[in-house]
């Protein structure tokens, strides 16, 4: 008997293992869609009344529409949205006072808006949505895992990010950067390092509590050889230290590995100094200045589009550019415009010659030339007759190496324009000692540390990535402290900070700005 | 701009003092004493709209609307139809989903009384909400023909704003406002608050359609 009843018992706990498990993760998985696109596990769109009388599809309203991604609320205007995670949901609140949520009485809240507390809250802004039990408690078990514990790179006494940089960057422009994360970095830490001392030493409740700061921790993970590779050289370096985000960075080939690796991952990525972002639709975890070179491939596309050519020749030989070319190529593709590609090898001269009768070309021909400030010079063509079109991220502001006229796509401010965030920085990065020496890269590199802290000051001892995260879809007031973009914009789920830019004309070396119109492709 | 007069309704303000406790938020901050979001409660503690008549100066602009097309603010509005007004943007996740369903519902409820409404909203994140993002979002509210989104230049945009004594600086302050007029009258019914569909139709009944 005692044998047959192991046999049962055994037989029992495989069958819960294959039950219960499954049972649990799917019901955390239906949740999981509730809780974000508001589809219930049918497929159907969840249903609900807003505003006392207005139907609305969970489509258009998800729990996470407000609650954000991390369940820890929102504010906007004047209207609050409380944090929903689990560890809030079902623990007791002090204020305003309730007893702890469990299924009966979420499920009693979604449908009713009445709190276990008794009180009916404001049927404004919160939905009064139709769930069954096992909706709701699929959505409950969803609610219990999300942000329950804090994400990996941070311990009581320090916080660890890491600074990516690709071989292809110059010493001197990686020095030029790493010296203002650094800088920014030691200084943080200098600031609160008395923090962990004091947190017992207050009177009030919330003195009390353990110290919310965090040395700062900075490394810097070098990425070497093809891009194929760069995905295991991360992961490998997150294994043997994980960080709690990505800051800052430098990279003149497609950031588009590293992208991957951060939502893979679930990490953070604030701002890197990247040419070509190679984003897709629905990345959330890396923010971008612009969609770079691929950017003014747009701005200059939406020029032909008014101006129009009957062909264009497009001169590069890096990947980046590479890059920008294919997707101006895609962008007229359609058109009746014919489009070649000049492809060199960087190593290599330039191809001279081929270059030199394009540019002698007639004028409905148009030379996209994704090219460097350097190149650009040694060409030099003194009465080209072809439209030229150039580059501002990769000229580096040097409109002078180009002769006659040309355009210039252009996502920065206007040249000549005042710039208060940069007059700032300068003055911040005079103060330190610090030589400015790849002005628009370090001024970016300050800005990341800039959202970065502003992030971890808004999540106080949450220390929740997805968190960090959600505060910056609301941190439109920071932008006043990034310079050369002249109308950055932060919102929920927009991740490129600047989203339009201009074509300038370019005479002689100098830039036409007096018609300047903003392009917004 | 000039205010000819603000008449806040006495049924509001009875409501105000009727709904302090039912409208108070349901944060978490448990550090007493440290209540970082005192302000944001204490305007929650309010009650559901305001409606009250102004005058506004259109500005003269031209902004473009969620098919690309280029649309003469001035003209759109000084027009022999009614026009219901209102400003969002659509990566905005608290507020503006409930009055764009809101719009969507008074449409709805004024059925065919409310043929000749000309509904607007407007964008005040310009940057981000270009023409086919707008369609997208019209569509996801199943917005019908009567229905312009206009976004424009960041400039213009700010302006539309002033002009209706909208602007709070960021997109991120946003106050729900919407905004009522009839036709051929230079006076506008501004209505503060989130108000339901039903109260939006009886407004747009009494005040648009008499």
């Known amino acids: 008997m005692s044998g047959r009843f192991r046999y049962s018992a055994a037989a029992l706990l495989l069958l819960a293992s294959f039950i219960f498990t499954p049972a649990i993760a799917s019901d955390a998985e239906d949740g999981r869609r509730i809780y974000r696109d508001g589809v219930l596990p049918s497929g159907e769109p969840l249903t609900a009344i807003v505003a006392g009388d207005v139907p609305v599809l969970g489509t258009q309203f998800s729990c996470q529409s407000c609650h954000a991604q991390s369940g820890m609320g929102a504010a906007e205007g004047t209207y609050i949205v409380p944090p929903i995670a689990g560890q809030f949901l079902f623990a007791e609140s002090p204020q305003p006072a309730r007893p702890a949520y469990d299924n009966d009485s979420l499920a009693t809240l979604l449908r009713e808006g009445i709190t276990p507390g008794g009180r009916q809250i404001d049927d404004v802004l919160m939905p009064r949505y139709r769930l069954d039990d096992e909706e709701v408690a699929a959505l409950g078990t969803f609610l219990e895992g999300l942000s329950s514990e804090w994400s990996p790179g941070v311990d009581d006494t320090h916080i660890r990010f890491a600074t990516v940089i690709t071989d292809d960057v110059s010493d001197a422009e990686r020095d030029a950067v790493l010296a203002v994360l650094n800088t920014f970095a030691e200084e943080k830490n200098r600031n609160t390092r008395l923090e962990s001392e004091r947190w017992d030493r207050g009177s009030t409740p919330a003195s009390r509590l353990p110290t919310v700061h965090r040395d700062w921790v900075l490394e810097v993970w070098e990425l070497t050889g093809a891009a194929d590779t760069w995905g295991a050289q991360l992961e490998q370096r997150y294994r043997d230290n994980p960080v709690f985000a990505l800051l800052s960075g430098l990279s003149h080939q497609s950031w588009g590995p590293v992208g991957r690796f951060c939502e893979r991952n679930e990490i953070p990525c604030l701002f890197p100094g990247a040419d070509v972002t190679d984003a897709e639709q629905d990345d959330f975890y890396t923010l971008y200045y612009s969609r770079g070179l691929e950017l003014e491939a747009d701005l200059i596309a939406k020029h032909l589009a008014e101006q129009p050519v009957s062909s264009v020749v497009q001169v590069y030989c890096a990947s980046g550019p590479e890059q920008a070319a294919a997707r101006l190529r895609a962008k007229l593709e359609g058109s009746s415009v014919a489009v070649r590609d000049i492809a060199f090898d960087c190593e290599k001269s330039l191809p001279k010659d081929e270059i030199g009768k394009l540019l002698s070309a007639p004028n409905d021909t148009a030379a996209v030339l994704w090219l460097d400030a350097t190149q650009i010079a040694a060409m030099r063509e003194d009465s080209p007759s072809a439209r030229i079109y150039a580059s501002a991220t990769l000229l580096g502001g040097l409109f002078e190496s180009l002769s006659g006229s040309a355009f210039v796509a252009h996502p920065y401010r206007l040249p000549g324009k005042s710039d208060p965030a940069l007059a700032r920085f300068k003055v911040w990065a005079k103060t330190r000692g610090i030589e400015l020496t790849s002005p628009r890269r370090q001024a970016e590199a300050f800005f990341a540390c800039l959202a970065m802290k502003d992030a971890i000051a808004h999540i106080g001892r949450f220390f929740i990535r997805d968190f960090a995260l959600d505060t910056l879809d609301h941190a439109q007031s920071i932008v006043v402290y990034l310079s050369y973009y002249p109308r950055p914009t932060l919102g929920p789920r927009q991740r490129f900070v600047n989203k339009g830019g201009y074509v300038l004309p370019v005479i002689n070396g100098q830039a036409d700005t007096k018609d300047a119109a903003w392009i917004l492709p | ?210």
């Open chain 2, 1 to 210: 701009m000039m205010k000819i007069g603000r008449f806040v309704t006495g049924l509001a303000l009875l409501l105000a003092f009727a709904t302090v406790s039912s409208n108070e938020t349901e944060s978490q901050d448990r550090h007493a004493g440290h209540d970082k979001h005192a302000a944001h409660r204490a305007a929650m503690q309010k009650t559901r709209y305001t409606a009250s008549v102004e005058t506004y100066e259109v500005p003269d602009i031209e902004l473009i609307d969620q098919t690309g097309a280029t649309v003469d603010l001035q003209a759109l509005l000084d027009t022999n139809q009614p026009v219901a007004l209102n400003f969002i943007f659509t990566t905005c996740t608290t507020i503006c989903p409930v009055m764009t369903a809101t719009f969507a519902q008074m449409r709805r409820e004024l059925g065919e009384a409310g043929d000749g409404l000309r509904l607007v909203s407007i964008s005040i994140d310009p940057e981000y909400d270009r023409p086919e993002k707008l369609q997208a979002y019209a569509e996801q509210f199943r917005a019908g023909s009567g229905w312009k989104f206009l976004t424009g230049d960041s400039a213009d945009i700010v302006q539309v704003l002033r002009s209706f004594d909208s602007y709070t600086g960021s997109k991120m302050n946003h106050q729900p406002v919407t905004l009522l007029k009839s036709p051929g009258s230079a006076s506008w019914t501004r209505i503060d608050g989130l108000a339901s569909g039903t109260d939006l139709a009886h407004e747009v009944e009494t005040r648009l359609l008499n």
